[in-house]
């Protein structure tokens, strides 16, 4: 069974710096998804950003970015210039593809402070 | 364009009580995939509704069922409710077999089985 383990339950980061949250994930496959979901207190989950597993280039979206790294499954989020609407908390998800493989499976979270 | 919405917003049930819970997936979207998030914890999948029938389960008991609408609408509905059953409930949508695996995520009904 796939497993995703992000480590770090909370991170604090001072407004316009840089921070980077970790992920790893555990899978016997070759082809996946990755994915990073923010989750403020309005509770809504909202989707950052996606990675597929096939492409060696690194997701950005704007100030957020990816490190991929599949040999150590690790896949880690950094948000640049961090603003007070990025305090939420931060979820790493992974999932198999589209259809019927397309359901997720989340970490526990990390709880994401900015600092003014 | 209209996102995904549930309903209600919040719910308070007993213990053995039976609860219903809706989702109307993102405009154009044909899958309705639904999760359960304990306090604090990452959201659990809990089934997933494709063409009316559901295509996959997570390990969730058989009192938690669901129902897809022919306009891709969905239910989970929860028999015999437990204290455990307290949680946030997700709604996901997302289109079918095509290229997209991303879900969309409504806003959630927060459920409280006292």
């Known amino acids: 069974a796939q497993t995703v383990t992000q480590s770090q339950p909370e991170m604090s980061v001072q407004e316009a710096e840089t921070v980077t949250l970790s992920c790893t994930y555990d899978t016997s496959e070759s082809d996946y998804y990755l994915f990073w979901y923010k989750q403020p207190p309005s509770r809504q989950m909202i989707l950052v950003i996606r990675?597929?597993?096939?492409?060696?280039q690194n997701a950005t979206e704007n100030r957020f970015s990816v490190n991929f790294q599949k040999a150590a499954k690790s896949f880690s989020l950094k948000i640049s210039d961090s603003q007070l609407g990025d305090a939420a908390m931060y979820f790493c998800?992974?999932?198999?593809?589209?259809?019927?493989?397309?359901?997720?499976?989340f970490g526990k979270g990390i709880t994401l402070s900015v600092r003014p | 364009d209209a996102g995904v919405t549930q309903s209600p917003t919040h719910l308070i049930k007993t213990r053995g009580q039976q609860v219903t819970l809706r989702c109307s997936p993102k405009s154009g979207h044909d899958t309705v995939s639904w999760y359960q998030q304990a306090l604090g914890q990452g959201p659990q999948f809990i089934f997933q509704y494709y063409e009316e029938e559901e295509r996959q389960r997570g390990n969730f008991p058989d009192r938690f069922s669901g129902h897809q609408f022919p306009n891709y609408s969905s239910e989970l509905n929860v028999n015999a409710l437990l204290l455990g059953d307290s949680a946030l409930y997700l709604c996901a949508s997302s289109l079918g077999d095509y290229d997209t695996d991303t879900q969309y995520f409504g806003p959630g009904t927060r459920l409280t089985v006292l």
């Open positions: 990675q597929e597993a096939y492409k060696q």
């Open positions: 998800a992974y999932s198999l593809g589209t259809g019927a493989n397309s359901k997720l499976t």
